[in-house]
């Protein structure tokens, strides 16, 4: 071991003042500020128990309140910055150190029962609190009080503990010692702010006896064989605490192996204990396996400990400061997002009569399955003038102060952000230069943050942003231009200058989480279900009205309803059909249960299949292929159709049926074309390959004007809507489920299958045999669509369709990202970046919009490739595109331009439909190749999509 060298941090905690927030984060570390940090009561109460043996009689933990208060005191000032909470923590300080007996000893034990209980774990408290403090205390001569009574009080515990002397695990009679092991932590911060050797000798006697009595789970975490609960000893919050002291230890000391055990167990302890909500222990305050204990009802006492939250927070913002590991940042985040900001009593609702000012600020358990908040004060004591408070009231508040030091940081080549939350950073830049951060956003209910740079001075530096590892699909530009990003840190280094805009989408949908996934083991759990949406865990409460927790539920579509809808403020709202008939709501879990009167659940035990909780899926799609069926089918009846430039063309399907006699799940596609033709590539080769897949398939050739002589309005949308219909209407004859039938269109055509999805139900038909048969789609396939009129639009198609001056409210009508409701069906989007025909950005806005609405999709992205690539397949490449029937709207205008049927227009104009494709030189043909092996595998993502939300 080199004593000489330190370990150093990736990341540094910028100075106190950095940060100012806006926001539920900030209302709420406001709140336990001014109802709990500046009660002067309270801290007189705490302080008062150290004036007599208070804990002698029952060995008790009251002599931990002051310290751990003090602590997230001072954690909480250095966001705040308040001059009334500096004056609150002073005075507790000055009167903390009267307490102190002639050689320095500060306890709630007497002399005569000192060194058992929970004495030392109380000693650990007050040396934080005075070292908490000390970091911030503005006032020399006190820190030189403050000093000297640490090291008094850390003599007297070296002059009784020791080699030679006694042991410090026989120093409590519970947890084999655990908890006064963690008195490691001041002592080595002691040594820090002295340098002096017997401190750090101390801490390496401490660490040398490995935590417990049965056991040394310092060298088990750094063997990395178990998971903590596997260790003789689970008490979770206490061996927590011992970890944290055992990095600064190895911080102090350089030694790697240390650093190591540390690292590895926090990663055992994420992987193995963290849950939902970002708390652990479903057997009250142990480490469990909870993970998979999260969906056990086998033990329905109190679970989630706060002091578990806090310390694991606390213990993710060391590590990720240690290893600049953003998984702990990820961690961090769903903490404080569910556990901790649910624990906030923000109703202050009575939990024990004898609670000081009749309330707690903190709730003490979390549940995850149906159950109450507020079941229990924990670590419940009564003190002398016959109130009482609680362990996991007085830790809370460091909580809040762990997220806001560590959401953003320091670094070697400049600045991290790892907590998107409204408001203002204000750091330096590695030259040394100011550097402000503002931040807009409403994430993590809102997808989008907007952070602008303010410098002095242009200066090249990078800034680090945190891509949380849910996020599969970030959005990322910096000053207008897109940016790759993927989970991780994002890392932009560049010559930032005033005014630099950096915009992050994060984009969310709500994922259901099934207990049969929840890692090895799982397989025997009960089934159970939960919601996920971004790092939100969403919760069912009897909040709600009618809404009953009880028995198990079979979900169904979900969609993201009004706030207003809920009985109490949330945050967000979701609404999911039942399958067994009407809805359930869900609020995100922070919000609910505020009133400790009403049950609230994140899992759900779950009908059907064992742990699916949604409809039965079928492995596989049908794959059986016999003698295709071939046939074209007008869909319009004589007189129906009436668009005045069709030139005699009447729009049509050719159907692709399997010859047998089972049930096929049905697919209609939309050609592209700009509305100018229909594209033959994207018409005969798409239909056979669902074909090919267990699908009866068939292709719409509909209206279009190549020559933007009178615009197309509803047309189009009116022959799709038909179509449709059509199918269904002969659903017998077809052999497809009317109730699985799926659209896919193409460009323009993916602009028409969008419009159908969005405006089914303002197209009426004017067939009466069509009366009651539904044109909604089930769900839809929308390859490099044409979207928007706005900024990206592809102008060809809208000229086509609405003529090259629109009416603006049509023009709206038609941009497709303003009409998405949550009636609108599942949508599968893909396209590439390059296209540089239809901009990729028109499939990214219908995904936010359908995000935003609630509705169910996936949207990929691939990296590159031209428009209008079909299949992206060889036969693509060979420009063989089968049957060319698509191309007859374009066959009869360019007839009837010949017999001079329209007049003013050359006999040629429609020659370029009809042109032969010229021969590409080998290096295009190379990169389409490329291209293609990228995309390609589209067809089978889509189709793995449909099994999905077809229940196929």
Aim: net charge negative.
């Amino acid at each position: 071991m080199n004593m000489n060298t330190r370990l150093t941090d990736k990341l540094s905690v910028p100075a106190p003042g950095s940060w100012s927030y806006s926001g539920p984060f900030d209302q709420a570390v406001k709140f336990i500020e001014r109802h709990q940090l500046l009660d002067a009561e309270l801290w007189a109460r705490f302080a008062e128990q150290f004036t007599r043996p208070s804990d002698d009689h029952d060995l008790g933990w009251r002599c931990e309140y002051w310290g751990k208060l003090m602590r997230g005191g001072a954690m909480v000032w250095s966001y705040t910055r308040s001059p009334e909470l500096y004056r609150q923590l002073e005075a507790a300080a000055r009167t903390m150190l009267k307490n102190a007996e002639y050689d320095g000893r500060i306890s709630t034990y007497s002399r005569e029962a000192e060194f058992q209980g929970w004495d030392i774990w109380g000693r650990k408290y007050v040396l934080l609190g005075m070292e908490y403090f000390y970091d911030i205390c503005a006032d020399e001569s006190l820190k030189g009080e403050l000093l000297d009574s640490l090291r008094a009080q850390a003599d007297c515990l070296l002059a009784h503990f020791g080699p030679g002397r006694s042991d410090l695990r026989e120093a409590s009679c519970h947890w084999e010692g655990l908890n006064s092991s963690s008195v490691l932590e001041p002592v080595v911060r002691l040594y820090n702010m002295t340098g002096e050797r017997k401190y750090l000798d101390f801490a390496g006697y401490i660490v040398s006896l490995g935590g417990i009595q049965s056991a040394n789970i310092f060298e088990l975490a750094s063997e990395d064989k178990l998971d903590p609960w596997q260790y003789p000893v689970t008490k979770a919050y206490e061996m927590m605490s011992c970890f944290e002291g055992l990095l600064e230890y190895a911080r102090a000391t350089g030694d790697e192996r240390w650093s190591r055990a540390v690292v590895n167990f926090a990663h055992r302890v994420l992987n193995s204990d963290i849950t939902i909500i970002g708390s652990a222990g479903c057997t009250h305050e142990l480490f469990d396996h909870s993970r998979l204990r999260q969906a056990d009802p086998e033990f329905t006492g109190i679970m989630q400990e706060t002091c578990v939250t806090v310390t694991w927070m606390k213990l993710c913002g060391q590590v990720l400061r240690f290893t600049g590991d953003p998984v702990f940042g990820d961690a961090m985040e769903r903490s404080l997002h569910n556990a901790l900001l649910g624990a906030v009593n923000t109703r202050m609702v009575s939990r024990d009569p004898l609670s000081p000012g009749g309330w707690l600020p903190f709730d003490s358990y979390s549940p995850l399955r149906a159950g109450l908040r507020g079941q229990a004060v924990g670590g419940r004591m009564v003190m002398a003038d016959n109130t009482i408070y609680g362990c996991c009231a007085a830790i809370g508040a460091a909580g809040f102060g762990a997220a806001a030091q560590h959401s953003a940081f320091l670094t070697e080549k400049g600045a991290a952000v790892s907590l998107y939350l409204p408001g203002t950073l204000s750091l330096q830049t590695p030259g040394g230069n100011r550097l402000e951060i503002r931040m807009d956003t409403k994430y993590p209910v809102g997808e989008d943050i907007t952070l602008e740079l303010s410098v002095d001075t242009s200066e090249k530096f990078e800034l680090d942003l945190r891509i949380p590892g849910w996020c599969k699909v970030p959005e990322v530009w910096v000053n207008g231009g897109n940016v790759p990003a993927e989970p991780g840190w994002l890392k932009l280094e560049r010559v930032w200058q005033d005014g630099d805009r950096v915009s992050l989408r994060l984009p969310m949908s709500v994922e259901l989480i099934s207990s049969s996934e929840l890692g090895e083991g799982s397989e025997e759990l009960p089934p159970y279900v939960a919601l996920m949406r971004g790092p939100i865990a969403l919760a069912a409460s009897e909040e709600f009205p009618g809404d009953d927790l009880s028995g198990p539920v079979e979900l169904g579509n979900i969609r993201q309803v009004r706030v207003s809808e809920a009985p109490f403020g949330a945050r967000m709202v979701f609404e999911a059909e039942l399958k067994s008939g009407g809805q359930m709501r869900f609020a995100d879990y922070a919000s609910v249960g505020k009133e400790y009167d009403k049950n609230i659940a994140v899992w759900l035990p779950c009908g059907g299949e064992k742990g699916t909780g949604i409809m039965n899926r079928a492995d596989h799609l049908i794959t059986q292929e016999t003698a295709m069926q071939k046939q074209k089918h007008p869909i319009w009846g004589p007189s129906e159709y009436k668009y005045r430039l069709s030139a005699g063309f009447e729009p049509f399907i050719v159907s692709y049926i399997h010859s047998d006699s089972m049930t096929h799940p049905a697919i209609l596609v939309t050609p592209g074309g700009a509305y100018g033709f229909v594209a033959p590539s994207e018409a005969e080769p798409v239909a056979i390959e669902f074909y090919r897949s267990g699908y009866n398939a068939f292709v719409l050739t509909y209206t279009v004007n190549p020559l933007i002589l009178e615009p197309l309005l509803m047309q189009p949308l009116n022959d799709l809507s038909r179509a449709v219909r059509f199918v269904r209407k002969n659903a017998s004859d077809f052999h497809i489920d009317p109730g699985k039938l799926a659209v896919c269109g193409f460009s323009a055509g993916g602009h028409l299958s969008a419009s159908l999805c969005v405006h089914w139900q303002d197209v009426e038909d004017p067939g009466p045999e069509y009366a009651g048969i539904s044109n909604r789609p089930d769900a839809a396939i929308l390859s490099y669509p044409v979207i928007t009129g706005g900024e990206y639009a592809h102008r060809g198609s809208f000229d086509a369709l609405l003529g090259p001056d629109p009416d603006p409210e049509r023009l709206h009508y038609m941009s497709l990202e303003t009409q998405v409701t949550e009636k609108a069906p599942p949508c599968f989007l893909w396209q590439t970046a390059e296209d540089d025909c239809v901009p990729v950005e028109n499939s990214y806005l219908f995904a936010r919009a359908c995000k935003a609405a609630g509705v169910r999709f996936a949207h990929h992205v691939f990296t590159s490739g031209q428009h209008g690539l079909s299949l992206a397949n060889d036969a693509w490449l060979a420009n063989d595109h089968g049957d060319t029937y698509t191309m007859a709207p374009t066959i009869a205008l360019r007839d009837m331009l010949k017999s001079g049927g329209i007049e003013g227009v050359p006999e040629d104009a429609l020659d370029w439909a009809f042109a032969p494709p010229g021969e590409p030189c080998p290096e295009y043909v190379k990169k389409l190749r490329q291209d293609c092996g990228i995309a390609r595998v589209w067809p089978e993502l889509a189709k793995a999509w449909l099994t999905a939300e077809l229940g196929i």
